[in-house]
């Protein structure tokens, strides 16, 4: 049964920083094509960022280019988002997703390829 749980999220001011992490079990990871989705309310779930099996290839929501970062450990079986210079429009609930599918980064902006989700952890960010 594969499994992801996200954990990271808090309250955070304006300009600060965060990271989330993404435990990963029930599957081999370094076979999945990882993601970062977040939800606000009222709002659809959008894309933040995926990396590679391999982790050498990235891709980034132009909202977060540039602030955010993600990063995978494929012996610890963890995916990580390193969130900087954060805004209140950050604000959301932040999910974890995992995809056995191949890498096309147009493909992996939307939710539909992903196979596996984490529940989420809540970020805010106060002005």
């Known amino acids: 049964q594969v499994q992801l749980v996200e954990s990271g999220g808090g309250l955070v001011q304006a300009g600060g920083s965060l990271r989330l992490s993404c435990a990963f079990s029930?599957?081999?990871?370094?076979?999945?094509?990882m993601g970062w989705f977040r939800q606000a309310p009222g709002k659809e779930r959008e894309f933040v960022a995926a990396?590679?099996?391999?982790?050498?290839?990235?891709v980034y929501a132009d909202s977060v280019k540039g602030r955010f970062t993600i990063s995978r450990d494929n012996a610890k079986n963890t995916v990580t988002l390193q969130m900087n210079s954060l805004k209140s429009e950050d604000t959301a609930i932040y999910y974890c997703?995992?995809?056995?599918?191949?890498?096309?980064?147009?493909?992996?902006?939307?939710?539909?390829?992903?196979?596996?989700w984490g529940q989420g952890t809540q970020v805010t960010v106060s002005s």
């Open positions: 990396i590679i099996r391999s982790g050498v290839s990235t």
């Open positions: 997703a995992a995809d056995l599918g191949p890498w096309i980064p147009v493909r992996l902006t939307t939710t539909e390829p992903y196979d596996y």
């Open positions: 029930g599957h081999t990871f370094s076979t999945c094509i």
